[in-house]
Nanobody, 122 residues
Framework: QVQLVESGGGLVQAGGSLRLSCAASGRTFSSYTLGWFRQTPGKEREFVATISRTGGYTYYSDSVKGRFTISRDNAKNTVYLQMNKLSPEDTGVYFC???????????????WGQGTQVTVSS
């Protein structure tokens, strides 16, 4: 069992940056791949980024590639999402999730956090 708690969301102007954190409980953190997803109003939850167990492999959606960076610190049981060059289209609730494969499919991710709101003003 893994419990995930996101933090770091907030209000930022377009072009700005935010760093999200997701802290996990449990001693098996390093055995999971981790992903970030987001849900914008009126849309289904979508994949943002994922990272392998050791952090050596990452994969991004086309919409965030080059602007967002996912990383993890297994010693701190934490995964991060550095978001740069934010636009109003990035507004939404951001979720972290733990799974077994480095894939974009939500079906892979067994454990989910409650989400943190990110709002980007124009």
């Amino acid at each position: 069992q893994v419990q995930l708690v996101e933090s770091g969301g907030g209000l930022v102007q377009a072009g700005g940056s935010l760093r999200l954190s997701c802290a996990a409980s449990g001693r098996t953190f390093s055995s999971y791949t981790l992903g970030w997803f987001r849900q914008t109003p009126g849309k289904e939850r979508e994949f943002v980024a994922t990272i392998s167990r050791t952090g050596g492999y990452t994969y991004y959606s086309d919409s965030v590639k080059g602007r967002f960076t996912i990383s993890r610190d297994n010693a701190k049981n934490t995964v991060y999402l550095q978001m740069n060059k934010l636009s109003p289209e990035d507004t939404g609730v951001y979720f972290c999730a733990a799974g077994t494969l480095v894939v974009s499919s939500q079906n892979n991710y067994r454990f989910w956090g409650q989400g943190t709101q990110v709002t980007v003003s124009s």
